[in-house]
């Protein structure tokens, strides 16, 4: 009897321990339980990740495409190789691989312009209805050398105008809604390649500047256009929002008040205007990387604004394209764009200001050299007309490029 009440005991016994050791062995450490909570969050994320780019496929599907058809042959203005320049005569068809060119235009469509606002003269104008090209710029970006360029066109440069037997304006080449006759313009006669073409009215680049907490410039004078309603009545770090930086970067009649208070104007016109715009569209881009471009949330809300202002776009350009240039510009230094200008030869033609493009001039070869590719860097002859903002004010190094007229000044405190 002992036996048998012994063994029963002993057995349930050690029933009972080898219950205890699975069940100890089945409890989870803590290491155990980060790693499974970790692989939760990340299956989270990436179905958060998959939601994110489904929306924003979608909402890059929703933007006004455009169908780019592009030149067949370029450079049919005479091209001059600079001496002891490796460059001859080039097409598109010679640019390295990586290396990308986007077509900016800015429209003065009039369509969301309140005719009471303080600025109204900066959109309104002559009153003139429909959509003309106010801004044209080529933004280069080459990931070979981590930098960026922007090349701007006077509106008023005469050129041959893609598949028409005239001459004329630069700008009279371009249509909201079919932008290939401007970049054939534009490929034809300077042998820049244009991969993608982003097009803004007045209502989107209000809205963009506004949802990026506005843009602050550094004025060393008071400043004014009494065509566009600017009016900057103190020096300073001055802080614009949508209307009043429309007015700023419209502005053709600058004045700058010196402190013996007689106002002198801008007399380079356009190509002050110009050089106001490049340096209007650096510290966009840098206010943008400060507050988080990149970050899905941030980028959520411009596309938003880029659906909801119909800003016109390229049919080829995609997500993938976005999301490499956002990778490109992430760590781009804003104060390093160098900025360039075509220049020309200022004459009359049939009563219209226009300029004469000269491209076997060393300064514009140089230039073409860089935005068709050839080079990465554009070494321009020594020039006087980078002089920043206004007479008396303390000028810093003259940048590696071909600014004129008046333009802030590089303060990395005010941004």
């Known amino acids: 009897m002992a036996v048998r009440v012994t063994g029963p005991a002993t057995t349930t016994v050690g029933s009972c321990r080898s219950v205890r050791a699975v069940g100890r062995r089945l409890r989870r450490t803590w290491p155990q ?42 450079n049919t203005l ?73 090349l701007s066109f006077p509106r008023d440069l005469w050129v041959p105008i893609a598949g028409t037997p005239r001459k004329d304006r630069i700008n009279s080449a371009f249509d909201p809604d079919d932008p290939s006759r401007l ?34 410039i550094p004025f060393a004078y008071p400043t004014r256009d009494t065509h566009t309603g600017l009016d900057i009545t103190e020096p300073g770090c001055i802080k614009m929002t949508g209307d009043e930086a429309l007015a700023y970067v419209r502005s053709r009649y600058y004045q700058y008040q010196t402190p013996d208070g007689r106002w002198h104007d801008d007399g380079t016109s356009d190509y002050g205007r110009i050089a106001r715009q490049q340096d209007f569209v650096r510290r966009v881009l840098q206010r943008a ?47 390093a764009i160098q900025r360039y200008r075509l220049e020309g030869r200022d004459t009359v033609i049939g009563g219209a200001d226009v300029i004469i493009p000269n491209l076997t001039t060393p300064t514009n070869q140089a230039i073409l050299s860089l935005f068709r590719g050839e080079t990465t860097n554009a070494v321009l002859p020594p020039t006087t007309d980078a002089t920043p903002a206004a007479p008396g004010q303390p000028a810093g190094p003259v940048p590696p490029a071909n600014p004129a007229g008046i333009y802030p000044p590089d303060d990395p405190t005010c941004r």
């Open 33 to 74: 339980r980060l790693v499974i909570g970790f692989g939760v969050v990340l299956a989270f994320a990436c179905v958060g990740s998959a939601m994110a780019l489904w929306w924003a496929n979608q909402q890059i599907s929703r933007l006004h495409r455009v169908v780019l058809v592009h030149a067949p042959v370029t």
């Open 78 to 150: 005479p091209v001059a190789t600079p001496p002891g320049s490796p460059l001859s005569d080039v097409t598109t068809g010679g640019r390295p691989v990586g290396a990308t060119n986007f077509l900016f235009t800015g429209s003065d469509s009039r369509s969301c312009i309140d005719p009471s606002s303080p600025y109204a003269g900066a959109f309104l104008g002559d009153g003139t209805a429909g959509a003309r090209s106010d801004t044209i710029m080529v933004f280069h970006v080459d990931p070979t050398s981590a930098q960026a360029a922007i």
């Open 183 to 216: 970049v054939q313009t534009i490929e034809t006669n300077f042998g820049i390649h244009i991969d993608h073409f982003v097009g803004v009215d007045f209502c989107a680049f209000k809205t963009m500047v506004d949802a990026v907490g506005g843009i602050r």
């Open 289 to 335: 990387l400060d507050r988080g471009a990149t970050n899905p949330g941030v980028a959520k809300q411009l596309l938003d604004i880029a659906v909801s202002n119909n800003v016109h776009v390229d049919a080829d350009l995609t997500l993938s394209d976005l999301l490499q240039l956002g990778h490109k510009l992430k760590n781009l230094d804003t104060s």
